[in-house]
């Protein structure tokens, strides 16, 4: 591994030449005019606030101003949490700075308490990143606070949510929960290697598991039967819980140490793949006390939890007011969590079918009523809707942190930023 001196040059450079080339004004068509502009950038302005949660003390919010835009609009940034993490990976402030250049938005980076101490156990970090959001929303998103002095825009911004591992949960959770029909709300989510089941594979079985796939189907718009598809298959989290850079024993020992009880594990708050779907298991009366892999396979602990089948739920519920949000998910494609980014995915594209196909029984006194072009055409326009809300990135690599090295992550950033950019015009 090359010295963190010169890699933060490398990233830098990468930055600088991403900038140039992903978001340089489209009316600068002259190359004099172009480096002019980008020689005389202004440094990122940043601002610290602390945010009372309730009864519960208080948080801290770093937001970092785009002065670049005159009108950005706003995405929270919720960290990884308190998981293990190679010592070579830099710095937070540089993908901050990475993501705010990259996407032309104002960065608000929540600072959720997350840790052994029961004062900051699971729910506290929810409360925190919802203290966080409502703040945003009264002070920043309808122009309350200037990122440039000059008068605050009329117009309401448009607010993203990103993050990763625990703050990937965190960022799902506050999406899903916060996008609102006809008014204010997160308008979309990426999320990277998210946490978003912590009722982890382990805790019911040590075999292959026999898979159920009710894989989500757009002929369900038309009423068609769903495909139901049977399968021996190992698991993302039997297949790598040995081989990941954070292994499924770091993750046990951080769920131990972050809920008090398991039932706060199965709310969907902390586990938001639960809105879709039951946890496929009963509550266990209690955490087992130490779960090791000490195989190539996780071993069930003693009294845990019975396997049941898992079904689905409606989400959003009908009269809410909720819609699903633009999402981007991220997952390492040898990663004891892949499957849990798979699976979300899954779950949200089914749920954007299903609410297509009830949408059309409210239209039409006779659903069925189409010929098979039009059906067809439906068909692929749900599927079309479904795939562009809901983007599924696969990343080679193995392990949670997936990527090599610096610049490879400050790449990625910027490519998120840039979809946050489309997304959130």
């Known amino acids: 591994m090359p010295p963190w001196p010169l890699i933060k040059q490398e990233m830098r450079e990468v930055i600088l030449t991403a900038?140039?080339?992903?978001?340089?004004?489209?009316?600068?068509?002259?190359?004099?005019?172009?480096?002019?502009?980008?020689?005389?950038?202004?440094?990122?302005?940043?601002?610290?606030?602390?945010?009372?949660?309730?009864?519960?003390?208080?948080?801290?919010?770093?937001?970092?101003?785009?002065?670049?835009?005159?009108?950005?609009?706003?995405?929270?940034?919720?960290?990884?949490?308190?998981?293990?993490?190679?010592?070579?990976?830099?710095?937070?402030?540089?993908?901050?700075?990475?993501?705010?250049?990259?996407?032309g938005s104002t960065i608000v980076h929540v600072h959720y308490r997350l840790s052994a101490d029961v004062q900051h156990q699971f729910p506290k970090p929810i409360h925190d990143v919802l203290a966080g959001y409502d703040w945003v929303l009264k002070h920043l998103a309808h122009g309350a606070v200037s990122n440039s002095g000059s008068p605050p825009s009329e117009?309401?911004?448009?607010?993203?949510?990103?993050?990763?591992?625990?703050?990937?949960?965190?960022a799902a959770m506050l999406a899903l929960t916060e996008s609102h029909i006809g008014r204010p709300g997160i308008k979309a989510a990426a999320v990277d290697n998210p946490i978003l089941d912590w009722t982890f594979p382990d805790t019911v079985s040590n075999q292959?598991?026999?898979?159920?796939?009710?894989?989500?189907?757009?002929?369900?718009?038309?009423?068609?039967?769903?495909?139901?598809?049977?399968?021996?298959?190992s698991d993302s989290w039997t297949a790598f819980g040995k081989r990941s850079s954070i292994d499924a024993n770091h993750l046990l020992s951080l769920r131990k140490s972050c809920f008090s009880n398991p039932e706060q594990y199965f709310d969907p708050?902390?586990?938001?793949?639960?809105?879709?779907?039951?946890?496929g298991i009963d509550i266990p009366p209690e955490d087992p006390p130490s779960i090791l892999l000490e195989s190539s396979t996780p071993i069930s602990a003693e009294g845990t939890a019975t396997k049941r089948r898992k079904a689905?739920?409606?989400?959003?519920?009908?009269?809410?007011?909720?819609?699903?949000?633009?999402?981007?998910?991220?997952?390492?494609?040898?990663?004891?969590?892949?499957?849990?980014?798979?699976?979300?995915?899954?779950?949200?594209?089914?749920?954007?079918?299903?609410?297509?196909?009830?949408?059309?029984?409210d239209v039409s006194s006779d659903p069925w009523d189409y010929n098979q072009v039009q059906v067809s055409a439906e068909i692929d326009r749900v599927n079309n809707e479904a795939?562009?809300?809901?983007?599924?990135?696969?990343k080679p690599g193995v392990g949670i942190l997936g990527t090599k090295s610096a610049a490879?992550?400050?790449?990625?950033?910027?490519?998120?930023g840039q979809w946050f950019r489309d997304v959130l015009r």
Do not use: W
Request: aromatic share 4%.
């Open 269 to 279: 708050f902390a586990s938001p793949l639960l809105f879709f779907r039951t946890p």
């Open 387 to 394: 795939e562009q809300r809901v983007q599924l990135v696969r």
């Open 208 to 233: 292959d598991i026999e898979r159920e796939e009710a894989e989500y189907d757009s002929s369900n718009v038309i009423g068609k039967k769903k495909h139901i598809s049977k399968a021996k298959v």
């Open 408 to 416: 490879e992550r400050v790449k990625e950033m910027m490519q998120v």
């Open 19 to 103: 900038y140039r080339h992903l978001l340089r004004p489209r009316h600068l068509t002259n190359l004099r005019d172009r480096r002019r502009q980008y020689s005389t950038a202004t440094p990122l302005r940043s601002d610290n606030v602390e945010v009372k949660v309730g009864s519960g003390g208080y948080i801290a919010l770093n937001i970092h101003h785009a002065l670049a835009n005159p009108n950005p609009n706003i995405i929270l940034y919720l960290p990884k949490g308190p998981v293990p993490s190679d010592a070579n990976l830099m710095p937070e402030d540089d993908l901050l700075s990475s993501l705010c250049i990259s996407s």
């Open 312 to 361: 689905h739920r409606k989400f959003p519920p009908m009269g809410s007011g909720l819609v699903l949000p633009n999402i981007r998910i991220g997952v390492v494609e040898d990663d004891l969590l892949q499957d849990q980014g798979v699976a979300l995915a899954d779950l949200m594209r089914r749920s954007i079918v299903m609410h297509e196909r009830l949408l059309r029984r």
């Open 155 to 170: 117009r309401a911004k448009n607010i993203g949510v990103y993050g990763e591992l625990v703050g990937g949960g965190l």
